[in-house]
């Protein structure tokens, strides 16, 4: 078995290759018991956001993990090979730590993606595929972030996406507060975009989401109305923004009903920020006259605005980084030495319990105590140490002296001239 990460993001895949292989919240249990139980898998969790796809493995067959992702959103390993990548060991932990702490994100510094991590470790606890090393692993990679926030300013004028869709909204309205505002879904990013805009004041906040109670609730926070996603085709007209973030696997807001709404509004301008992956709103809408619509690379290329007030943190960062690797990497190579160690002990036990057998028949024989003493632990010792002075004896003249200095390490003694 060995550690490794794999997957794709913002870097390495465009966001069409991105939304074929996102994994929604409500599947994510069911595909990580298939994949742990279908391949040599023995631990398993996916990050999956706007911007990232990731799986951290323990697993005997890494190649065989990444040809499951392929297959289990129907798509060829070939497509997804040329933006894929796979860290194994140290490489996977560096990058574990480095995306907790923002310096993977297309925001740099930005600290939403620590909840998301957090929320993949919930999901590979409830599916229980969470083990020890994993377990260890992302516990390691949330004290490091914390660290890396805490002593350096990774995060200073960090800009949010949800910021992001305010800039880009001042730029297109004279003013947001004489504006319609909808929010489709009603989710952490839904709810992020909408405490920056209704700081804004906008002239009303309509809330649309499946679940009409959760867009209830943050109509309440809000000072809004909640409607029901079904009415998501009357409502879009009477709307001048509209930010979307939905777990539909498909687009709900299409090419018709974005033309209908645009003839209802007699063709004046509306802003579509598309925050979902898979995106919400058909790619076709971006061509329509009158629509400004953005997708979350899009917004990205917003965000990188303030980028150099926290590069000069990333050496910093970097270094607390390189450090916790090293732990780590001590901690996990000491777990690979437990089988051994588990043998070893086994070995003497045994060893124990037939000489400790031998000494009580002495006993119940009438041996005297001290006798049987004197030979239990004479016994003892020529058991546990015929091995190593047995390998002494025979081990090749090239390998003797090799050997010897292991010996005299492992029992502390030196060898006197």
Not at 11 to 16: C, I, K, R
Not at 197 to 223: G, K
Request: aromatic share 4%; net charge neutral; proline share 3%.
């Amino acid at each position: 078995m060995q550690l490794f990460a794999f997957g794709i993001n913002h870097q390495t895949a465009p966001l069409e290759v991105r939304e074929r292989i996102a994994f929604n919240a409500e599947g994510l249990t069911s595909a990580l018991r298939d994949l742990v139980g279908h391949e040599p898998v023995r631990e398993a969790a996916i990050i999956s956001t706007c911007n990232r796809t990731e799986l951290y493995c323990n697993a005997q067959d890494p190649a065989k993990a990444v040809s499951w992702l392929a297959g289990y959103h129907q798509m060829k390993a070939s497509l997804l090979e040329p933006y894929l990548y796979s860290l194994p060991r140290e490489r996977a932990v560096k990058h574990a730590f480095r995306v907790a702490s923002g310096l993977d994100s297309m925001v740099l510094g930005e600290a939403q993606i620590l909840g998301q991590m957090k929320q993949a470790v919930r999901s590979a606890e409830k599916a229980g595929t969470l083990g020890l090393v994993l377990h260890k692993l992302f516990q390691q990679t949330f004290s490091v972030a914390k660290e890396v926030r805490t002593r350096t300013d990774i995060g200073a004028s960090s800009v949010s996406m949800a910021a992001a869709a305010v800039r880009l909204a001042e730029r297109i309205f004279p003013a947001i507060a004489e504006q319609k505002v909808l929010f489709v879904g009603a989710g952490e990013m839904i709810e992020l975009t909408a405490r920056h805009l209704a700081a804004q004041h906008p002239r009303s906040v309509t809330f649309a989401n499946r679940t009409l109670e959760r867009a209830q609730l943050l109509a309440l926070q809000f000072a809004g109305q909640a409607v029901s996603i079904n009415e998501l085709a009357e409502v879009l007209a009477s709307h001048d923004i509209v930010v979307t973030s939905t777990a539909s696997p498909l687009p709900i807001i299409g090419k018709g009903m974005v033309e209908r709404a645009l003839k209802a509004r007699r063709h004046r301008p509306m802003l579509i920020v598309d925050l979902a992956v898979p995106r919400d709103v058909e790619a076709e809408v971006a061509k329509m006259d009158d629509v400004f619509l953005y997708s979350v690379d899009d917004l990205g290329r917003v965000v990188q605005e303030g980028r150099d007030a926290r590069t000069a943190a990333v050496g910093e960062a970097e270094g607390i980084i390189d450090a916790k690797v090293v732990d780590f990497m001590q901690w996990l190579s000491g777990r690979e030495a437990v089988p051994t160690i588990r043998a070893l002990r086994d070995q003497a036990e045994r060893a124990r319990r037939h000489q400790m057998d031998r000494a009580l028949r002495m006993l119940r024989k009438g041996e005297s105590a001290e006798r049987v003493l004197e030979m239990l632990s004479q016994s003892l010792t020529n058991k546990l140490m015929h091995a190593p002075t047995a390998a002494l004896h025979e081990a090749p003249e090239a390998e003797r002296d090799a050997l010897q200095r292991m010996v005299e390490r492992i029992y502390q003694v030196r060898a006197k001239e």
